[in-house]
């Protein structure tokens, strides 16, 4: 049992998000990280992963080699800051748009509209730097990084778990755990396959029509053309 747990302790430790060496505390320094963050940002939109280096992030931030060290111990330390403000977008931004977006939908019209989100947010970091979008995929969950859950369960249970809820009230206790855990885990593990395997299928329509039809199934219903 000991040894199970310092594994899953190890495989954690390997995906973390890698981090800044400390964090600004003064205006001047946070205007400086700033900085940083929107030139990785623009490098990484209009220049492409292979352009980004500490001496081009130096040269477009306009921040000191020595400066950037003295915050990030590596890029990818600033990739990491940048793609948590790309989730704080999403998470003020785009998620409230999806919730007033999908009240009062029929259960499969809201599934796709929730699954059509998840796919552009990942999408969107993919396109960024796919390379580290994959390997820290399980570390860029927006709803567990951001949101005020201590763990999976507690996240499937209360995001998931009351969608499951009210949509499908018949199902019972175990087969409602379920239902909430694939949609809000199995499904994003899909995309994250596909993105990694054939990146071209995820932005298909056919690819969102299987998704869903999964995405029903889990809930004990027949996908409808």
Known sequence: MANRKSIREDEKAKAALP???KLPSQSRSRSLVAALVEACLQILEKEGADALTVNRLAEVSGVAVGSI???FPNKDAVVSLAFDHILHE???VHIPALRERVVGLPLAAALREILANMI???LRLQRLNREFHLKYHPELQVGLRLGPYQNTSEYVDEAWGAFVRLYVPALDSAHSDMAAYMLGMAMRATIRVA?????????Q???LDCLQGMALGALGFAATP
């Open 205 to 207: 329509s056919a690819f």
């Open 69 to 71: 060290y003295q915050y």
């Open 19 to 21: 981090a800044p060496r």
């Open 120 to 122: 552009r947010q990942e």
């Open 195 to 203: 993105l990694e395997d054939a990146p071209e299928r995820v932005s």
């Open 90 to 92: 999403e998470a003020t």
